[in-house]
């Protein structure tokens, strides 16, 4: 920086003087907007990463990043570490703005100590998430670090004590999204496991709790770090990965779509965007979307595409339990939460996984204060000794007691079958929807009309000349008297069956009339959900 003195010669600013120390701040901001160097940001190039700064960029609205302690540096000793001590100490936290809403931001910059947390790394982290609890807005941690940071010891350890209490402090209060963009292992994937939604990239991001080494040492099993832990095995395997996407510009573009549709905080609802698709729009395509036959298959995501606005949705864990379908999407510009079965993927039958998907789906609807609709085409629980012994009942349990705990708006729409203990727990009014709605294809009942006349007939069958001719006869009374579309609705348990072509008009009438919705909750702690 220059001065102008008496003489009109240009000179530079006396060292002392506010001049001098402006200059000097404009210098260190800069090298640390560079960060460590030139060699270190081709190296994070090379690996297929953008830097910090450069995600930042993606993520946050042009010109709107406050960064906060940008020249906090480590105060410790031993290991070489007194003579390495660079400012920010390989994490950027502040805040900034997405499509003109406040958010609050950590982002590891793994050119520095390898994004590793120690003590003054933590202090910055702990300090942006005590700031956004406070002020009730979203989090978003950019995550590429390599854990504790070995040379500070249990310092490191601590600090992710720290913000695995303050997550959980967090949840439910505020949006919380983890985007792994880089390593995470040991204990510190716990830290985005805690978190509301979890996205990850291909090839570049991996998640395990013991690398591939210690993995290898002790079963002898030889395991890659992506075979091990990477976004396709979370993605279809572990369902700890809700998004995945080919690249980092992609994945951040979707973490400002899903803030879109979300409340900056518990105390508020999300967003209203209305657009020109009508709320009174005929959904005619679903006459041919949907068979009557209920054997059939078909896709459920074309039915929601159908009444949803402008047939835009945003799917969660799409690879993970695919025989539910859980989404975000907007109806008459509000937001809702859309639960379905999806009878593409094992016929839509729910088990351990669907329960476990749904269930966290659900809760987290309801503490953000989004309605909730679900789409009923389920046959029951799968059936197996395999589900049995792997606890689907107490896995089932977590989705039934997330639909009764819930307080939010809740419509259900039975598509077609809802048999036996699924079509209880996928939202029926004897567990507190507020509405129900079914299609004249429904068939509500404890089993399907084959496998009932098989035991309440079973005598009659088998004594029968004819048993064919027999069981049909009596699988078409069964069905005639027990499972026709009104047998609900004649009983309160459906309020009313209607066109499906009405289902988008119906459903937002619905959803506009529950807006008002108050719940009275019991005093207690917390309930005890099953693990």
């Known amino acids: 920086m220059t001065l102008l003195d008496d003489r009109n010669a240009v000179t530079e600013a006396p060292p002392d003087s506010m001049e001098g120390r402006l200059a000097e701040l404009d210098r260190m901001r800069r ?8 060699g270190a940001t081709e190296a994070q190039h090379a690996r297929g990463k953008l830097t910090v700064r450069e995600r930042l960029d993606i993520l946050l609205d042009p010109g709107s990043f406050t960064e906060i302690e940008g020249f906090r540096r480590h105060r410790a000793t031993g290991f070489g570490m007194e003579r390495r001590r660079p400012h920010g100490d390989g994490v950027v936290t502040g805040w900034g703005t997405i499509d003109g809403r406040r958010v609050f931001v950590y982002a590891h910059d793994f050119r520095v100590f390898g994004g590793s947390l120690g003590e003054a790394h933590a202090q910055k982290i702990h300090k942006v998430m005590d700031l956004a609890y406070a002020a009730r807005a979203p989090l978003i941690s950019l995550n590429d670090g390599a854990g504790a940071r070995i040379q500070e010891g249990v310092t490191g350890l601590a600090g992710y004590g720290g913000i ?9 209060v505020i949006p919380q999204i983890s985007v792994m963009l880089g390593p995470c292992a040991g ?6 496991a805690l978190t509301d939604v979890v996205f990850m990239v291909r090839d570049t ?3 395990f709790i013991t690398g591939p ?4 040492a002790v079963t002898g099993e030889r395991i890659s770090q992506e075979g091990l832990g990477g976004a396709d095995v979370h993605a279809t395997r572990s369902g700890v990965a809700t998004f995945v996407h080919e690249d980092e510009a992609s994945c951040l573009e979707d973490v400002r779509y899903l803030v879109s549709l979300l409340p900056a905080s518990n105390l508020e609802t999300p967003p209203v965007e209305f657009t020109a698709d009508s709320a009174d729009r005929r959904c005619e395509a679903l006459i041919d979307i949907v068979p009557a036959d209920p054997g059939r298959p078909y896709d459920m995501r ?12 945003l799917e969660f864990s799409e690879r993970w339990a695919a025989n539910v379908i859980c989404a975000l999407a907007r109806l008459d510009g509000h937001v809702v939460g859309v639960i379905a079965n999806q009878p593409l993927s094992m016929a839509g039958v729910l088990d351990i996984h669907a329960s476990e998907k749904a269930a966290r789906f659900v809760q987290m609807c309801d503490a953000f204060n989004i309605p909730l609709v679900t789409f009923v085409d389920v046959p029951g629980f799968l059936p197996g000794t395999d589900q049995e012994h792997g606890g689907v009942i107490r896995h089932g349990a977590k989705l039934l007691h997330a639909y009764c705990a819930a307080t939010v708006p809740r419509v259900q729409v039975i598509v077609r079958k809802a048999y036996g203990g699924a079509y209880i727990v996928m939202d ?3 567990i507190g929807a507020d509405l129900s709605f079914a299609w004249p294809t429904n068939e509500i009942a404890v089993m399907g009309a084959d496998a009932a006349a098989n035991v309440i007939f079973r005598k009659e069958i088998a004594a029968s000349a004819d048993p064919e001719t027999t069981r049909a006869k009596l699988v078409g009374e069964y069905r005639a008297e027990l499972m026709h579309p009104y047998y609900a ?22 959803l506009a009339t529950l807006r008002g919705k108050q719940a009275v909750l019991p005093h207690r702690k917390h309930a005890n959900p099953p693990a």
Request: net charge negative.
């Open 31 to 38: 090298r640390l907007a560079e960060g460590p160097g030139a």
């Open 164 to 172: 695995f209490q303050r997550t959980v402090r967090a949840s439910g």
């Open 187 to 192: 204990g510190a994937s716990y830290a985005p």
């Open 205 to 207: 991001s991996q998640m």
């Open 213 to 216: 080494d210690v993995v290898e």
């Open 302 to 313: 074309e039915v929601i595409a159908e009444v949803v606005d402008d047939g835009e949705f």
């Open 428 to 430: 029926s009014r004897s």
């Open 489 to 510: 609705v004649e009983r309160g348990l459906v309020d009313d069956v209607i066109d499906p072509r009405d289902t988008r008009k119906v459903l937002a009438g619905a």
